[in-house]
C-alpha cells in the first residue's frame, strides 16, 4: 500500500523513472514518459545550439554519440557473466536513468536537424540508400529472432541497442539519399506514415495488454509479446493496434486539436497540427 501511495503521484507527476523502486510503476513503458519529460526540459537549451553547428560538427557528433552511448553495453559485457540476465536493478542502472537515456535523445535531435538539412547535396555519400535497406532488415531481423532467443546479458544488451542505432542510420539514409531506397520506398506508403501517427500509443498500450492476455492464457502476468503462444499473439496484435488507433482518434487527437486551438498557433507548423487533426477528426 506504501509503495502505491508514493508510485501513483510519481506516475502521475511523470517523475518514477528517476527512483529505481518506482521507474517500472504501474505501466512499465511509462517510464519513457518520465525520462522524455526530462529530456524536452531541456531541448530548448539544445536545439538552437544544434542548428548553429556546421554541417561538419553535426556530423562528428552524430558518430560519436553512439560509441558514448555504448558504454553501458560494454560495461554489461565485461563485468557480467554471459549466460547471465540483467537484474531490474542493473538495467535500470545501466539502461534506464534519465540521464544516462540522455544521449540517445541528443542523438534523435541530431538525426531531425540532418533531417532538416537532407536537401543539401553535401550530405549525400555513396550507397546511403543500401546502408538504410539493411539497417532496416536488420531491425526486422532482431524482432523475429526474438521468440527464438534464450535471454541473457548479451541478448538484453544487443535488444536495446542496436534497434535504436539501426533506426538512426535508416533515418540518416534514408533522409540525406532517399534514391533508390526500397526500404524509403516502403516507409513512403501511405498504411506505414497512417501507423506511424499512433505508434507510440501501440507501444504504451502492448505492456498492460500483453500482461492481461498472457495471464489469460498461463494465469502468469508477463508483459512481453514473446511470452505469448502463436494462438494469443495474432489476435493480441490485432486488438493491440485496434485500440491504440482508437485512442489516437477519438482521445489523442481531440486533446491536441483543443490545445493546438487554445493556444491561438501563429506560425505555419502550427497552422499546420491544427489543419492535419481537423482532417483525422472529419474522416473519422
Not at 501511495?5 to 510519481?10: D, Q, T
Not at 540517445?104 to 538525426?111: K, R, S
Amino acid at each position: 500500500m506504501s509503495q502505491v501511495a508514493v508510485g501513483v503521484p510519481l506516475s502521475l507527476f511523470l517523475l518514477q523513472s528517476w527512483l529505481p523502486k518506482y521507474a517500472y510503476f504501474g505501466n512499465a513503458p511509462a517510464w519513457t514518459l518520465s525520462t522524455l519529460v526530462a529530456h524536452w526540459a531541456l531541448y530548448p537549451l539544445l536545439q538552437p545550439r544544434l542548428k548553429e553547428m556546421s554541417d561538419k560538427m553535426l556530423k562528428v557528433l552524430a558518430f560519436m554519440i553512439p560509441i558514448v552511448s555504448l558504454i553501458p553495453t560494454v560495461v554489461t559485457l565485461f563485468f557480467m557473466e554471459p549466460s547471465s540476465s540483467v537484474t531490474e536493478k542493473q538495467w535500470y542502472a545501466l539502461y534506464t536513468h534519465p540521464i544516462l537515456r540522455f544521449p540517445d535523445f541528443v542523438f534523435g535531435c541530431i538525426a531531425s536537424e540532418i533531417f532538416i538539412r537532407a536537401d543539401n547535396t553535401s550530405w549525400r555519400l555513396p550507397n546511403l540508400s543500401k546502408i538504410a535497406d539493411v539497417s532496416m532488415a536488420g531491425i526486422l531481423a532482431l524482432i523475429l529472432a526474438i521468440p527464438y532467443v534464450k535471454r541473457n546479458s548479451i541478448v538484453d544488451t544487443l535488444m536495446i541497442e542496436a534497434p535504436m542505432y539501426l533506426f538512426g542510420l535508416l533515418v540518416y539514409c534514408g533522409s540525406c539519399d532517399p534514391r533508390g531506397s526500397i526500404s524509403g520506398y516502403i516507409m513512403s506508403l501511405d498504411p506505414c506514415r497512417e501507423l506511424g501517427d499512433f505508434a507510440f500509443q501501440v507501444y504504451l498500450f502492448r505492456w498492460p495488454l500483453f500482461a492481461i492476455i498472457h495471464w489469460i492464457e498461463v494465469g502468469k502476468l508477463k508483459a512481453g509479446w514473446m511470452y505469448l503462444s502463436t494462438f494469443y499473439l495474432l489476435p493480441a496484435i490485432v486488438i493491440l493496434y485496434v485500440i491504440s488507433y482508437l485512442w489516437y482518434v477519438y482521445v489523442d487527437t481531440p486533446l491536441r486539436l483543443y490545445l493546438a486551438t487554445v493556444t491561438k498557433p501563429s506560425s505555419d507548423l502550427s497552422t499546420e497540427l491544427v489543419e492535419k487533426e481537423k482532417g483525422v477528426a472529419s474522416a473519422v
